[in-house]
């Protein structure tokens, strides 16, 4: 006994000129049989048997007419065809308005959170009182290891950040020892290097729609501290943290250098 299966495939192929002559006998014999068979072809009802013809949809061929059946077959498909069409278009249509929509409030968020520049420049330190060769020790430890994680940002509608920066290989390097016009200036480095794992993600009405740095981003670099002693008080402190001209590199770079000022300020009091 032929299965409804087997028709679905008979009325494709006709449907397409592909049909043969095994096809024609088998989709005959269904229609002549006592047996009816109903399913649905595309969103068109079909129904088979029982001697009362073929059924497509609201149309019914009492007798075996190949040309017939193979017509409204072809019209079924080409409607439902133009219709998915259609569909297509206005889903593309709504999602280029959410996309809009989106982008004026990312614009909008951004606008209202600004995140820090990444080009500002270190400020001059004031004259301290110079204790930093007895505490160089304690900073250089301070640093090896330091770690910084948290996140921020707007998981509703806007950007969501996580982070987690550390510190290693810190080291001091020799001093450099100068004097001129009664003014003794001595310069220490401090070199090492800083390592992090960063996240982003981009929201809109709580849902996240894009995370422009993948799930796990690991920018690295860099980084020098070099301060100028003038007649033993610290006069100037410049921090250096190498990074890439990339988002995710620049976004953690800033992290690794509030990290490193933090610490800097522990010891020396400034920042």
Request: glycine share 6%; charged share 25%.
């Given at each position: 006994?032929i299965t409804t299966e087997e028709i679905k495939a008979i009325l494709g192929r006709i449907a397409e000129d592909k049909?043969?002559?095994?096809?024609?006998?088998?989709?005959?014999?269904?229609?002549?049989?006592?047996?009816?068979?109903?399913?649905?072809?595309?969103?068109?009802?079909?129904?088979?048997?029982?001697?009362?013809?073929?059924?497509?949809?609201?149309?019914?061929?009492?007798?075996?007419?190949?040309?017939?059946?193979r017509e409204i077959l072809k019209e079924k498909k080409a409607s439902q065809t133009t219709r998915m069409g259609f569909?297509?278009?206005?889903?593309?249509?709504?999602?280029?308005?959410?996309?809009?929509?989106?982008?004026?409030?990312?614009?909008?968020?951004?606008?209202?959170?600004?995140?820090?520049?990444?080009?500002?420049?270190?400020?001059?330190?004031?004259?301290?009182?110079?204790?930093?060769?007895?505490?160089?020790?304690?900073?250089?430890?301070?640093?090896?290891?330091?770690?910084?994680?948290?996140?921020?940002?707007?998981?509703?509608?806007?950007?969501?950040?996580?982070?987690?920066?550390?510190?290693?290989?810190?080291?001091?390097?020799?001093?450099?020892?100068?004097?001129?016009?009664?003014?003794?200036?001595?310069?220490?480095?401090?070199?090492?290097?800083?390592?992090?794992?960063?996240?982003?993600?981009?929201?809109?009405?709580?849902?996240?729609?894009?995370?422009?740095?993948?799930?796990?981003?690991?920018?690295?670099?860099?980084?020098?501290?070099?301060?100028?002693?003038?007649?033993?008080?610290?006069?100037?402190?410049?921090?250096?943290?190498?990074?890439?001209?990339?988002?995710?590199?620049?976004?953690?770079?800033?992290?690794?250098?509030?990290?490193?000022?933090?610490?800097?300020?522990?010891?020396?009091?400034?920042?």
């Amino acid at each position: 006994m032929i299965t409804t299966e087997e028709i679905k495939a008979i009325l494709g192929r006709i449907a397409e000129d592909k049909e043969t002559p095994s096809d024609l006998k088998q989709l005959k014999k269904a229609i002549s049989s006592n047996e009816k068979m109903e399913f649905q072809l595309g969103e068109t009802i079909v129904n088979v048997g029982k001697g009362q013809g073929i059924h497509i949809g609201n149309q019914v061929i009492q007798q075996f007419d190949l040309d017939t059946i193979r017509e409204i077959l072809k019209e079924k498909k080409a409607s439902q065809t133009t219709r998915m069409g259609f569909i297509l278009i206005v889903m593309v249509l709504l999602l280029g308005m959410i996309y809009i929509v989106y982008m004026d409030q990312i614009k909008e968020h951004d606008q209202l959170n600004p995140q820090p520049s990444i080009n500002q420049t270190q400020p001059k330190i004031p004259k301290y009182p110079n204790e930093f060769p007895e505490n160089a020790t304690l900073l250089v430890t301070k640093l090896n290891n330091a770690r910084l994680q948290g996140e921020e940002g707007d998981r509703q509608t806007g950007s969501f950040y996580s982070y987690n920066v550390w510190l290693e290989d810190v080291s001091l390097e020799s001093p450099h020892d100068s004097t001129e016009n009664n003014r003794h200036v001595q310069q220490y480095t401090i070199i090492g290097k800083w390592s992090s794992k960063v996240y982003k993600e981009i929201n809109t009405f709580g849902l996240r729609v894009d995370t422009p740095w993948g799930s796990n981003k690991t920018p690295y670099g860099n980084f020098t501290v070099k301060f100028e002693m003038i007649n033993e008080r610290v006069t100037n402190i410049q921090l250096d943290v190498a990074r890439h001209d990339d988002s995710a590199n620049n976004y953690a770079a800033e992290k690794a250098k509030q990290l490193i000022q933090s610490k800097i300020s522990e010891v020396l009091q400034v920042f």
